[in-house]
């Protein structure tokens, strides 16, 4: 199959000049502004002595700065790594010299907080005189040496030399990077963009994170190599999902792509049926983990709009097999069909195994794991099991692996097993994932203490070690976790005793005033003293406060008061206050 060579993705970038690249909440970026970011920043690389091959780290809160760095490291064959903007010191560590990365480029907080010792270049979004690309704009960009003028990215050929590395979990003394060469990512941009029906002039809505796969790649990435836009609205939150999806009219999206999480919550909680409806709509996309049927039946016809379903990990690149309704894809319910890959079923065990040019060539600096990943013959090995169905797609049935897909985020026990772990009160933690509706599974942990400590506090400590994303949503003091003779733990037992466990907890003392008893269940669920919660208090200002912990105090509340308050105003709450006045409402 013949990909798009860097050279002609840069001559069509060029091109499109004053056409939309990136739109955000608050700003918009011109294809003309990125081809002028991508020069400058070349310069730059130039400037630092950087030769092709060298590794490099990027993180910042600024979507448009961090994809900047990130496009031009690709055009310019510099190996880059996206980190997270809330990776801790240990983690940035471990990767720069697991990486020899000899530059950063990242928000002056996080160059103080890591100070890796190596160049580093601040991405600021502070006010100054002249924007970014030499004309003032509303709110400036910066990169505080960046070169006045800018040179020509060196436009590397289409091999097996590296793209980019995206370090997906793994502990912080041992980081685990995948290695994405430049034809895995253009013949994977190639396949999704044709089987989505992705041209120049497009408006793709993903408002994933960043930092994994499916925000950065399937993305900003697969717009440009498009020539698409990508529309970025600042990130999914059942607290203003009503802005947010209303921006996707808004901005006149063509395609819509999320997680099958989100598409729970749009299903339960959307106040409205027209977010899709404008003509320029032609598909609505699922990633990063199974959609199930019912789902995908009721959004379908709950908005009037075909929905397709995208299976693939970090080590395909974005994607692999496809369901939904156009001709090279599978069956809805199922996981799809290959396209422009290779894919077969391992005849003992029933794993799923890809072979093709989306596929990675192994772990960074890992032999070990690299050689386990491959059969002898060279397929990939998922870890999932899968059964083949009757036109040649495959419908997924588990994990081999123990690793928790929450929300479509893909969580290894072991990081949060180490993290709790190094807390001088536990003595030992065990996490396991629990089914959950809408997150499909979440993350619990198991604790053993050896001296007094609550959960709020273990809680403390986690977000002080974890992205937020990755802190479990209950840890659970046991006496002993169950474990075998070997000394392995044994997980069937952990998950049935935390269960029940969960299910078990919750507020018990009811009479109080209105505000004072929301204010015990929210600090209970968002694991924080309630002295730290007032009716002003939002998602922005509770660090716990996130989509799946709203739903659970909403939960919580309804049981606590005996009440069914409107499943469709959890959308609309803004702060405690809100909540505090529903419930009064609702008793009244």
Same mark, same amino acid.
């Given at each position: 199959?013949? #990909?798009?060579?860097?050279?002609?993705? /840069?001559?069509?970038?060029?091109?499109? @000049?004053? %056409?939309?690249?990136?739109?955000?909440?608050?700003?918009?970026?011109?294809?003309?502004?990125?081809?002028?970011?991508?020069?400058?920043?070349?310069?730059?690389?130039?400037?630092?002595? =950087?030769?092709?091959?060298? *590794?490099?780290?990027?993180? %910042?809160?600024?979507?448009?700065?961090?994809?900047?760095?990130?496009?031009?490291?690709?055009?310019?064959?510099?190996?880059?790594?996206?980190?997270?903007?809330?990776?801790? &010191?240990?983690?940035?560590?471990?990767?720069?010299?697991?990486?020899?990365?000899?530059?950063?480029?990242?928000?002056?907080?996080?160059?103080?907080?890591?100070?890796?010792?190596?160049?580093?270049?601040?991405?600021?979004?502070?006010?100054?005189?002249?924007? /970014?690309?030499?004309?003032?704009?509303?709110?400036?960009? %910066?990169?505080?040496? =960046?070169?006045?003028? $800018?040179? +020509?990215?060196?436009?590397?050929?289409?091999?097996?030399?590296?793209?980019?590395?995206?370090?997906?979990?793994?502990?912080?003394?041992?980081?685990?990077?995948?290695?994405?060469?430049?034809?895995?990512?253009?013949?994977?941009?190639?396949?999704?963009?044709?089987?989505?029906?992705?041209?120049?002039?497009?408006?793709?809505?993903?408002?994933?994170?960043?930092?994994?796969?499916?925000?950065?790649?399937?993305?900003?990435?697969?717009?440009?190599?498009?020539?698409? %836009?990508?529309?970025?609205?600042?990130?999914?939150?059942?607290?203003?999902?009503?802005?947010?999806?209303?921006?996707?009219?808004?901005?006149?999206?063509? #395609?819509?792509?999320?997680?099958?999480?989100? /598409?729970?919550?749009?299903?339960?909680?959307?106040? #409205?049926?027209?977010?899709?409806?404008?003509?320029?709509?032609?598909?609505?996309?699922?990633?990063?983990?199974?959609?199930?049927?019912?789902?995908?039946?009721?959004?379908?016809?709950?908005?009037?709009?075909? =929905?397709?379903?995208?299976?693939?990990?970090?080590?395909?690149?974005?994607?692999?097999?496809?369901?939904?309704? &156009?001709?090279?894809?599978g069956a809805k319910?199922?996981?799809? !069909?290959?396209?422009?890959?290779?894919?077969?079923?391992?005849?003992?065990?029933?794993?799923?195994?890809?072979?093709?040019?989306?596929?990675?060539?192994?772990?960074?600096?890992?032999?070990? *794991?690299? +050689?386990?990943?491959?059969?002898?013959?060279?397929? =990939?090995?998922?870890?999932?099991?899968?059964?083949?169905?009757?036109?040649?797609?495959?419908?997924?049935?588990?994990?081999?692996?123990?690793?928790?897909?929450? $929300?479509?985020?893909?969580?290894?026990?072991?990081?949060?097993?180490?993290?709790? @772990?190094?807390?001088?009160?536990?003595?030992?933690?065990?996490?396991?994932?629990?089914?959950?509706?809408?997150?499909?599974?979440?993350?619990?942990?198991?604790?053993?203490?050896?001296?007094?400590?609550?959960?709020?506090?273990?809680?403390?400590?986690?977000?002080?070690?974890?992205?937020?994303?990755?802190?479990?949503?209950?840890?659970?003091?046991?006496?002993?976790?169950?474990?075998?003779?070997?000394?392995?733990?044994?997980?069937?037992?952990?998950?049935?005793?935390?269960?029940?466990?969960?299910?078990?907890?919750?507020?018990?003392?009811?009479?109080?005033?209105?505000?004072?008893?929301?204010?015990?269940?929210?600090?209970?669920?968002?694991?924080?003293?309630? +002295?730290?919660?007032?009716?002003?208090?939002?998602?922005?200002?509770?660090?716990?406060?996130?989509?799946?912990?709203?739903?659970?105090?909403?939960?919580?509340?309804?049981? &606590?008061?005996?009440?069914?308050?409107?499943?469709?105003?959890l959308a609309a709450l803004r702060n405690?206050?809100?909540?505090?006045?529903?419930?009064?409402?609702? !008793?009244?």
């Amino acid at each position: 199959m013949t #990909h798009a060579s860097l050279t002609s993705i /840069w001559s069509r970038l060029e091109a499109l @000049g004053t %056409s939309d690249f990136m739109v955000l909440r608050d700003q918009s970026y011109s294809y003309a502004d990125l081809a002028d970011a991508v020069r400058r920043v070349c310069a730059l690389f130039e400037a630092d002595g =950087l030769r092709e091959g060298d *590794r490099i780290i990027i993180s %910042s809160k600024d979507d448009f700065a961090s994809v900047a760095v990130f496009v031009s490291a690709l055009f310019h064959g510099i190996v880059p790594t996206l980190l997270s903007s809330e990776t801790r &010191h240990d983690r940035a560590k471990g990767i720069a010299s697991d990486t020899d990365c000899v530059a950063i480029f990242a928000d002056p907080d996080l160059i103080a907080d890591w100070n890796l010792g190596v160049t580093s270049h601040a991405i600021s979004s502070q006010p100054a005189k002249t924007g /970014w690309f030499g004309h003032s704009r509303k709110q400036p960009l %910066s990169i505080k040496d =960046l070169p006045e003028h $800018g040179i +020509a990215p060196r436009l590397p050929p289409t091999d097996n030399s590296l793209a980019y590395l995206l370090f997906t979990s793994g502990t912080t003394q041992a980081p685990t990077g995948v290695q994405i060469t430049r034809r895995n990512v253009l013949a994977n941009t190639a396949t999704v963009a044709r089987v989505m029906n992705l041209n120049e002039g497009d408006r793709l809505f993903n408002d994933m994170l960043l930092a994994h796969a499916d925000g950065l790649v399937q993305g900003p990435v697969l717009a440009m190599t498009a020539g698409a %836009s990508v529309i970025r609205a600042g990130g999914f939150a059942v607290s203003r999902m009503e802005d947010w999806l209303n921006s996707v009219r808004r901005e006149g999206a063509t #395609h819509f792509i999320t997680v099958p999480t989100v /598409w729970a919550l749009i299903d339960r909680y959307a106040l #409205h049926n027209d977010y899709f409806d404008a003509p320029e709509m032609r598909l609505l996309m699922s990633c990063a983990a199974k959609l199930e049927h019912d789902l995908w039946t009721r959004i379908e016809q709950r908005f009037g709009k075909s =929905l397709a379903n995208e299976y693939g990990l970090t080590e395909t690149v974005m994607s692999a097999l496809y369901a939904g309704p &156009h001709g090279e894809m599978g069956a809805k319910g199922t996981i799809g !069909k290959p396209v422009d890959c290779e894919a077969r079923l391992d005849p003992e065990t029933g794993e799923l195994q890809l072979r093709g040019d989306n596929i990675f060539p192994g772990y960074w600096r890992n032999e070990t *794991r690299t +050689a386990e990943s491959f059969t002898p013959d060279g397929w =990939l090995r998922t870890g999932d099991i899968v059964r083949q169905t009757s036109d040649d797609g495959f419908e997924y049935l588990g994990r081999i692996k123990a690793i928790i897909n929450s $929300g479509g985020l893909l969580i290894r026990p072991e990081e949060i097993d180490e993290a709790l @772990g190094s807390h001088p009160a536990v003595l030992d933690a065990v996490t396991v994932g629990l089914p959950d509706a809408e997150f499909g599974e979440i993350a619990v942990t198991a604790v053993e203490l050896c001296d007094d400590v609550n959960e709020v506090q273990l809680t403390d400590h986690a977000r002080q070690m974890l992205e937020h994303l990755k802190v479990p949503k209950r840890i659970v003091v046991l006496e002993k976790i169950p474990r075998g003779d070997a000394g392995k733990a044994k997980l069937q037992e952990l998950r049935s005793l935390l269960a029940n466990r969960v299910s078990e907890s919750g507020p018990t003392h009811k009479g109080g005033p209105v505000a004072a008893e929301v204010t015990k269940i929210a600090a209970r669920v968002f694991r924080c003293d309630p +002295a730290d919660l007032t009716r002003q208090s939002t998602p922005d200002t509770v660090a716990g406060w996130d989509s799946f912990n709203q739903m659970s105090l909403f939960l919580a509340v309804e049981q &606590h008061f005996d009440l069914r308050l409107p499943t469709r105003s959890l959308a609309a709450l803004r702060n405690l206050g809100d909540l505090t006045d529903l419930v009064r409402r609702s !008793k009244e």
